[in-house]
């Protein structure tokens, strides 16, 4: 569906394309961190317990994801190269799959958790929920990405190394040196965000048993005649939101029904709409409460748009906005709409990952289709919005409409919005800005008993 060409090997020019796009976030010096990382600054790992090479998009410690990359797996490895089993303390791992099908497996051998086994297939979105044991198969590429703190406030990993993983079993592998890197059971292992790095806490993962119930040795205590079953007791009680359409995949969840959200998220449970503000079709994956990303929405923009449909300018206060290429090129300003900043452009293509600082008015131009999103929760700890309605903007400009429908579908400039993840509510909220003014610091000259320099130059 999605087919990227990523580099090995960057050339001098992918180094002075660098170069020239940190040289425009310096228009902004108070902002730090990139604009955009292109796909020839991805870092090319092969990693022994997935047998795949992987591209990983180098973020740094402002960055509200942990970890980014694209990955190729091929069905070949299932056989010599099996997937380790492993899991990922307090978040969420999710797998956008850009081409190719396979299959994902939950559970482990010990029995903490039953096994479920799900297919996908390209334009599907993959959840791993935190700590469940799982491995991958088939013969797929995708991207992958987690938030650097959880929804309920846990941090993964630590500030360096921000992506965790323990290490559940450990697989064949052919040669003396492969067996020999890969971690023992039980091994807690932190990365860093370009895989180069990594800080191993040892078996440390702790040791997972069932709960010895011994009222049996209390004659003194009525005794339970029956044993509860914890599945059946939270299918019995836990509402759930099934969030998808496959009734198969809703039934296999209910396996381990204590682990809410659905595993995989088909193209057909995101429906295309229209996005006026944006002019663009739009398709929102039904995300949920134990998600750790607010929003993910597939975005498919004509380039013909530029001209009658223009984009809006708005920010997303308190948040980053991510957006992956997936096809096609175009641009995006910064700062349009907002006299509080410098005017910042950057051009993209397919395979580059735009990051949009929290706080900063952007719009798009071009002809691309592209994969955006964001954490519930900022590496600052902010939580943007709130539980039901995550995804915030402020808008800076109401672009012309050629029709009366889009034009009424349109927000003012000043107007506050918060949405639901699927985007299908508005909570229009009072302006938060009253207004926004030079701060008044050029009067030292009416102090020259604070700066006599001042005074000595103008002699």
Excluded at 363 to 373: E, P
């Amino acid at each position: 569906m999605y087919k990227l060409s990523m580099k090995l090997r960057r050339t001098a020019e992918d180094c002075k394309n660098a170069e020239k796009d940190r040289d425009e976030a310096l228009k902004n010096p108070l902002v730090p961190g990139a604009r955009i990382i292109h796909s020839e600054d991805a870092v090319p790992v092969y990693v022994n317990d997935t047998a795949c090479r992987q591209w990983f998009y180098p973020l740094s410690e402002v960055n509200d994801l942990g970890l980014f990359f694209y990955i190729e797996k091929d069905q070949k490895t299932d056989t010599d190269r099996p997937w380790t089993v492993r899991s990922h303390p307090d978040v969420n791992v999710y797998y956008y799959v850009l081409e190719g099908c396979g299959k994902v497996i939950f559970g482990d051998k010990a029995g903490d958790y039953e096994t479920e086994c799900y297919d996908f297939q390209a334009q599907e979105l993959v959840i791993v929920p935190r700590e469940i044991p799982y491995r991958m198969e088939g013969d797929w590429k995708a991207i992958s990405f987690h938030a650097r703190t959880g929804v309920f406030g846990t941090v993964a990993g630590t500030t360096r190394f921000p992506h965790p993983v323990i290490t559940v079993d450990k697989p064949y592998r052919p040669t003396k040196e492969e067996r020999d890197h890969l971690k023992e059971a039980g091994t807690y292992t932190c990365y860093d965000q370009t895989y180069s790095k990594e800080l191993s806490f040892g078996r440390a993962a702790g040791i997972r048993n069932f709960h010895a119930d011994l009222q049996a040795c209390r004659s003194d205590l009525a005794q339970v005649t029956e044993a509860y079953q914890n599945n059946e007791i939270y299918r019995a009680v836990t509402p759930v939101d099934e969030q998808t359409g496959v009734t198969e995949n809703i039934e296999k969840a209910k396996k381990n029904a204590s682990v809410l959200g659905a595993r995989v998220l088909k193209r057909s449970d995101a429906p295309a709409v229209y996005n006026a503000n944006a002019g663009l079709r739009q398709s929102s994956y039904p995300l949920t409460w134990t998600d750790d990303i607010a929003i993910c929405n597939l975005a498919e923009k004509l380039a013909e748009s530029d001209k009658e449909r223009p984009f809006d300018s708005h920010s997303h206060p308190d948040i980053e906005e991510y957006k992956f290429i997936l096809s096609g090129s175009g641009s995006v300003t910064i700062g349009v709409g907002d006299d509080t900043c410098e005017e910042e452009h950057y051009d993209f293509k397919a395979g580059d990952l735009v990051i949009l600082p929290r706080g900063l008015a952007h719009v798009d131009a071009g002809g691309y289709t592209a994969l955006y999103f964001h954490t519930k929760q900022s590496v600052f700890g902010k939580t943007p919005g709130d539980s039901l309605y995550p995804h915030i903007a402020y808008v800076y400009t109401r672009p012309p409409r050629p029709t009366k429908e889009e034009e009424a579908a349109l927000n003012d400039p000043g107007t506050f919005i918060k949405m639901n993840s699927r985007e299908t509510y508005n909570v229009y909220c009072p302006n938060p800005i009253l207004r926004v003014e030079k701060n008044p610091t050029d009067m030292t000259h009416l102090r020259p008993d604070l700066f006599p320099d001042k005074q000595e130059g103008k002699g």
